[in-house]
């Protein structure tokens, strides 16, 4: 039984089948990669994970508890946290007070009417902040703009604030999409040292098949709406259903 | 000091200096003068400049912090009005209770209006609080007579029951609001030389609440709360998927600053107890935005300026008609003295509405933070700092 359970989802736009059937099983404190040729349904699945859809049928259970019909906020304060393809940060607002945003929703809860007390008097939540900002080597950006970050450095500080949340299910949709070589090789650095050293499931959409060999320990191959195989990565590597319908394509 | 760094004690000291003496600073000019038009220091001005300050701090909380822009917060200040009006009707000319009142009252009627509006964002969001102002209006001006006594507007008559007060005085005439025996209308002349300053009691007790209403809001500006405001105007996307409800967020910013509208309503009815549906209307809602721009959207002290700015150019701009630009330019040969005046004429009077929005337009232009930035950009060339040092602190205001 994994922590992320998926049975049976389909999902429809007009008359376009975006996703039929999808069975899906993350392992708890695994690596589990989504990968799949374009229109094959990996972000609207996603989206079905979060919130943000609520698919025509089956069910997602994370955790024992179904996701269906809740908030994207609430799926999130349940321990699922998501980064996204570009990256989605305070821009306005320093560093800093970006880490602490995530800090202050996990202590505070999703609505905490506090409008008294000094933000930088909250000993615990800097503190907590600036440890992540440390661990994510920006301590020395902690007061810049967030939106004057590097591309690299604003994905970094998106899944810092991810990681201060302490979530069990880190979803990440294809994090290094325009990146260069040097930050995808840092962005994959990162997200092995994070499963290596947290007890934290990933799970992973991505194109590029160097991210995904290198970090996924368990892959699952949709097309067309529907997943073609689950398996480990040497397996999927071999199998020829999965050249024909994908990785044929970039051969 | 009261919990704020020292930056933000700095700015209450100002504020509060301006304020409380406010008769002496816009009174530069002695009585008799050529000048003396443009003193501003008299008591029914100045208890605008702060009812207005009040109420700009307030739209501010909502505006600046998370960029929803209502285009109807003048429906808060005439609810306040009414509701103040009719406590001094049916209770005492006690301002303390009508003022609670009118907060409370704006407050429900702000977190009403405010669920239902915050169901959008961005221009729709401002779209419904116009249309909730505009019925409100309509709703003062003809439905509601019975409540807000329609075109004529709400006053204070004879037979009002005032159940802790008294009906009539001892000669026959209405009562004045007063603050537990202390007339609102009390005024001190103080006579240095040509000089001529008056103090009144509502215009002390006007301020004393802008400089309460002014500390509030560095508190919330500086709290988490306050932060969390910040994060909805920067992005909402991530802080929903950061496990917070923005909705509520919104609708508590959206509740505060009615209630401060309220207020500032409350204190208009105080100083002069009498309630007129216009104020509800649309061109009053647009007049606080447009100080809260002018001064400084997102910024602590901004809107004060700008409400003092606008209320400045409206009674003192105004007053200024061709028989005064005659005196003006009596010196020059009578027909470059009729072209100059003829040049000028549509910028005074009647026409300050064009020098105002003149100005409105330069600032917007060449001062997208408002009033406080040109402060700032100021300061920034007296210490010989660089601009880009100025324009870095002004993108930060709260922190």
Redesign the interface.
Known sequence: MGILEVKNVGKRFGGLQALSDVNLSVRENSVHAIIGPNGAGKSTLLNCL?GKLIPDSGSVMFDGQSVLGR???EI??MGI??V?QTP???????VL?NM???C???R?????????????G?RDIIEKAERMLEEMNMADKRHM?AASLSRGDKRRLEIG?CLS?EPRLLLLDEPTAGMARADTNNTIDLLKQISDQRSITIAIIEHDMHVVFSLANRITVLAQGTPLVEDDPENIRGNPKVREAYLGESA | MFGLDKKDTSLLMIVAVLTLFAPFILNPFPTGSGLAQFNAGYPDLMQRFVIFGIFAIGFNILFGLTGYLSFGHAAFLGVGSYSAVWMFKLLSMNVLPAILLSVIISGLFALVIGFISLRRSGIYFSILTLAFAQMSFSLAYSVLTPITNGETGLQLTLDDPRVLGVTATADGSIPVTNLFGLEMRGTYEMAVGPWAFQFNIGYYLCALVLIAAFYLAIRIFRSPFGMMLRAVKSNQQRMNYTGLNSKPYTLAAFVISGMYAGLAGGLMASMDPLAGAERMQWTASGEVVLMTILGGAGTLIGPVLGAGFIKYFENIFSKINDNVLHGWFSFMPDGLEDFVVFIVHPFIGKGWHLTLGILFMLVVIYLPGGLVEGGQRIAGWIKGNKQSDAQQSETKPAE
């Open positions: 979060v908030a994207p906020y999130n304060q946290s998501r996204f989605e940060i305070f821009g306005d607002l320093s007070e602490m945003i995530p202050l929703a996990k505070d809860g999703s609505f905490e009417l506090n409008a008294i007390a000094n933000v930088m909250q703009n604030m949340q």
